[in-house]
Structures are given as C-alpha cells and as structure tokens.
C-alpha cells in the first residue's frame, strides 16, 4: 500500500486561529473537522450553526437568564430573611405567622430572581450580539470589536437617559468589554 505525500500550506498562509473567529477559543462550542490529518485545509470554512450571530445571541442570552436567577435567588433570599429596622416611636410590628411570612418571602424571592434573570438575558444577548455582529462586519475578532460592541451595547441601554448617560455608558462599557477581553485572552 503506498503512503500518500503529506500536503503542507504554503508557509505564507496565516494558521486558521487567526483568520476564522473564535476557533482560537477553547470554550466556545467545540466541534471536530473531518479532514484527515495531514491533508491541507481549505480556505472555505464550512460553517456550523454554532457559528452564526443568532445561534450565539440566543445561546448567549439562556445562559445569561440562568445565571441571572441564580443571582437573584442568591441575593433576594438575604433581602427576605432582614428583619425589620426598630425606629424609636414607631409601634411594633405584629408577628407574622411562619407559614404567612414563608409565602411573603417565597413570593418576593421569586419576583427578584425572574427581574434579575431578565436583565441579565438582555444583557448578555445585547453584548453576544452586538460582538458577533461587529467581528462579522470588520472580518476578524480583536480587542478593538469586542470594545465597539461594548459601547454600542451601553449606548443601547442608556437610551432613555439622554446623549450624555448614552456618553458615559458607550464608554464604560467599551472599557469594562476591553479590560475583560485582555484578562480572557490576553494578548491574542
């Protein structure tokens, strides 16, 4: 049985972790190739569906939702369980009874979780989104994209407040997206 040449790139070629976005990213949705080894790889990147900006929004924005809960369940419990402050003058507060004041504290615990599970799904959908759209557009993922998407994203979520918040927002939040950036990935 005779062996096949082993076919090389031309050594001008740049490797495909820096040419195909996220493929130097170990936690973000492996997947396999099915060329052989050895065998060169074609420019033409066959695209999977974890690759594209709405598999990545909507996936970006579940986790957000979960993790989201998970913090308001953590935190709203501690804000449940306070009892109240004594001021001088003021009368006393009845005594709830147990079972009453578990719904009371179960009801206002679920309200914070699900209002902490939604801010983070927008948010975490809004930067995942803005980034994915930004590195698809300038044709490669740096520090520079994920800083744009940053500012659009906290340019979105100050809309309400006015050109100047919309200002201070853009940012900081294309500040905070690239200072996380560098810490993830360093010098990539």
């Known amino acids: 049985m005779e062996e096949q040449p082993v076919v090389k790139p031309p050594s001008g070629t740049p ?6 976005p996220y493929s130097f990213n170990p936690f973000t949705f492996p997947r396999s190739t099915s060329f052989a080894p050895g065998q060169a790889i074609p420019n033409f990147y066959p695209i999977s569906i974890a690759d594209t900006c709405a598999f990545k929004t909507i996936t970006s924005g ?16 501690y804000e449940a369980i306070t009892p109240p402050i004594p001021v001088p ?26 209002s902490w599970g939604r801010n983070f799904l927008f948010f975490s959908a809004m930067i995942s989104g803005m ?7 300038r044709g490669h993922h740096d520090i520079t994209s994920v800083a ?6 906290g340019a979105v979520f100050a809309a309400g407040q006015g050109v100047q918040a919309q200002c201070l927002a853009c ?18």
Request: aromatic residues 6%; neutral net charge.
């Open 89 to 114: 003058g003021q009368r006393e507060l009845p005594k709830v009874p147990w079972r009453e004041q578990l719904q009371v504290s179960g009801r206002m615990i679920g309200e914070k979780s699900t």
């Open 131 to 137: 980034e994915c759209l930004v590195d698809k557009g």
């Open 171 to 188: 940012g900081g939040m294309a500040a905070f997206s690239a200072a996380m950036e560098h810490f993830m990935h360093g010098g990539d």
């Open 15 to 20: 490797s495909p972790a820096t040419t195909y």
């Open 62 to 77: 579940a986790m957000g939702y979960v993790l989201g809960r998970a913090m308001g369940l953590l935190l709203s419990s």
């Open 148 to 153: 744009i998407a940053g500012c659009a994203t």
